[in-house]
């Protein structure tokens, strides 16, 4: 921890953290970092706090030479992976717990616990690489939201800076777990996408939030291999479900492939 202090200090800092195994999303991060900060400090750390006991922090992909590689040639100056006993040394019992609807909903409900965890690891690194502004990607929209009301509710001097998702040319979302995908699952993984696509299309043809849900659920069931968690139309900062539309509202979605679980959103009704 000294030696990270010394090498920040007096730096303005864009902070971009991951769990590793970076691709294309985790670089468009750094690149936006390095356009807006004079340093730019990439963290990679697989917390098992966020990680369920049934989830998969144990075989989660794991690379650092070829993040290392990664991160440098997209522009940052420094790669910060502590191991475990830095972040969570011997007798550390302290927690950060959100409550409310925006944790408790949509993946809080399906992953009991994670948001703590998300939040109590975003407050230790924020402690400790001590960022002028941090980039997490849309991808994951509600832990997006989640360390937006984190840095206000504790007062972080931190701008969080969300930076849209990055897809395959067929719309996948990139995401370190599509490693996980057969080539039989990876040609069926795009069903989330073409769902909210196809509530995206009813809301531009003026239909209801309930006709874009049903044009969703009916892309969905195309794939009964794929067992939805929850497929949702929501206000985009309360993450409240919707009965009619409002300005920027999100389609969200997630569910699972006996491999792999997958999630996604996309704004499905315009600003």
Same mark, same amino acid.
Request: aromatic share 8%; no cysteine; proline share 7%.
């Given at each position: 921890m000294q !030696?990270l202090r010394?090498?920040?200090e007096?730096? &303005?800092v864009? %902070?971009?953290?991951t769990m590793?195994?970076?691709?294309?999303?985790?670089?468009?991060?750094v690149?936006?970092a390095?356009?807006?900060?004079g340093?730019v400090?990439?963290?990679? %750390?697989?917390?098992?706090?966020? /990680?369920g006991?049934n $989830?998969?922090?144990?075989?989660?992909?794991? !690379? @650092?030479?070829?993040?290392?590689?990664?991160?440098?040639?997209?522009?940052?100056?420094l790669?910060f992976?502590?191991e475990v006993?830095?972040v969570y040394?011997?007798?550390f019992? +302290?927690?950060v717990v @959100?409550?409310?609807?925006?944790?408790?909903?949509?993946?809080?409900a399906?992953?009991p616990g994670?948001?703590?965890?998300?939040? +109590?690891?975003?407050?230790?690194l924020?402690?400790?690489v001590?960022p002028?502004?941090?980039? %997490?990607?849309?991808?994951?929209?509600?832990? @997006?939201?989640?360390?937006r *009301?984190?840095?206000? !509710?504790l007062?972080?001097?931190? &701008?969080?800076?969300?930076?849209? +998702?990055v897809? $395959?040319?067929?719309?996948?979302?990139?995401?370190?777990?599509?490693?996980?995908?057969?080539?039989?699952r990876?040609?069926?993984?795009?069903?989330?996408?073409?769902a @909210? =696509?196809?509530?995206?299309?009813?809301?531009?043809?003026?239909?209801?939030?309930q006709?874009a849900?049903?044009?969703g659920?009916?892309?969905?069931?195309?794939?009964? $291999?794929?067992?939805?968690?929850? /497929?949702?139309? =929501?206000h985009?900062?309360?993450l409240?479900?919707?009965e009619?539309? =409002?300005?920027?509202?999100?389609g969200?979605?997630?569910? *699972? %492939?006996p491999?792999?679980?997958?999630?996604?959103?996309?704004? =499905?009704y315009p600003r």
């Amino acid at each position: 921890m000294q !030696d990270l202090r010394a090498a920040l200090e007096g730096a &303005e800092v864009g %902070f971009v953290p991951t769990m590793g195994y970076l691709h294309e999303g985790h670089l468009s991060l750094v690149r936006r970092a390095r356009e807006e900060n004079g340093t730019v400090v990439v963290s990679v %750390f697989v917390n098992p706090l966020q /990680f369920g006991p049934n $989830e998969d922090y144990q075989r989660y992909p794991r !690379d @650092l030479e070829r993040d290392a590689r990664l991160a440098r040639a997209a522009g940052a100056d420094l790669l910060f992976a502590p191991e475990v006993a830095e972040v969570y040394p011997e007798g550390f019992a +302290t927690r950060v717990v @959100l409550t409310g609807g925006l944790v408790e909903r949509w993946e809080g409900a399906h992953r009991p616990g994670h948001f703590d965890g998300v939040a +109590t690891v975003v407050a230790k690194l924020f402690n400790m690489v001590r960022p002028r502004r941090a980039y %997490f990607g849309e991808k994951d929209y509600q832990q @997006l939201q989640v360390i937006r *009301r984190l840095v206000r !509710d504790l007062n972080f001097p931190v &701008e969080v800076v969300g930076v849209p +998702t990055v897809r $395959e040319p067929d719309g996948l979302a990139l995401s370190s777990r599509n490693v996980y995908l057969t080539p039989e699952r990876r040609a069926q993984a795009t069903v989330l996408y073409r769902a @909210l =696509v196809a509530a995206r299309r009813v809301a531009e043809a003026g239909g209801t939030v309930q006709e874009a849900l049903a044009a969703g659920e009916r892309v969905l069931a195309e794939v009964p $291999e794929f067992q939805p968690d929850y /497929f949702a139309i =929501v206000h985009p900062e309360t993450l409240e479900p919707l009965e009619a539309w =409002v300005p920027g509202a999100r389609g969200i979605g997630a569910g *699972r %492939f006996p491999e792999v679980r997958l999630i996604d959103n996309l704004e =499905v009704y315009p600003r």
